[in-house]
Nanobody, 122 residues
Framework: VQLQASGGGLVQPGGSLRLSCATSGFTLDYYSIGWFRQAPGKEREGVAFIGGSAGNTYHADSVKGRFTISRDNAKSTVYLQMNSLKPEDTAVYYC????????????????WGQGTQVTVSS
């Protein structure tokens, strides 16, 4: 099982980025996926989650209205579209997977990918 996060980079405040989480080794249709982030000196934070079957989505209040999680099961990929980025969004972003959405929301996922750095700065 592998999850590969990509798409991070340096962007100015107000800009946009789209993160991708490419998965392999399991059938994405049956898994829930979460995006998490961790800034230096801060605890890991759950940013957005998407259920496996119905594809229900949940976004943290800190990103609601700016970030959107989506999935393309045919491509085995989950995305995080990030708009109106703020300096406080700067962090390493991780994707993670689990069969159960409640475990994803709790951050106790079975599978984690490596992070991708997002830096929002002028």
């Amino acid at each position: 099982v592998q999850l590969q996060a990509s798409g991070g980079g340096l962007v100015q405040p107000g800009g946009s980025l789209r993160l991708s989480c490419a998965t392999s080794g399991f059938t994405l249709d049956y898994y829930s996926i979460g995006w998490f982030r961790q800034a230096p000196g801060k605890e890991r934070e759950g940013v957005a989650f998407i259920g496996g079957s119905a594809g229900n989505t949940y976004h943290a209040d800190s990103v609601k209205g700016r970030f959107t999680i989506s999935r393309d099961n045919a491509k085995s990929t989950v995305y995080l579209q990030m708009n109106s980025l703020k300096p406080e969004d700067t962090a390493v972003y991780y994707c993670a997977a689990d069969r159960w959405l409640n475990r994803v929301v709790a951050g106790t996922c079975d599978y984690w990918g490596q992070g991708t750095q997002v830096t929002v700065s002028s």
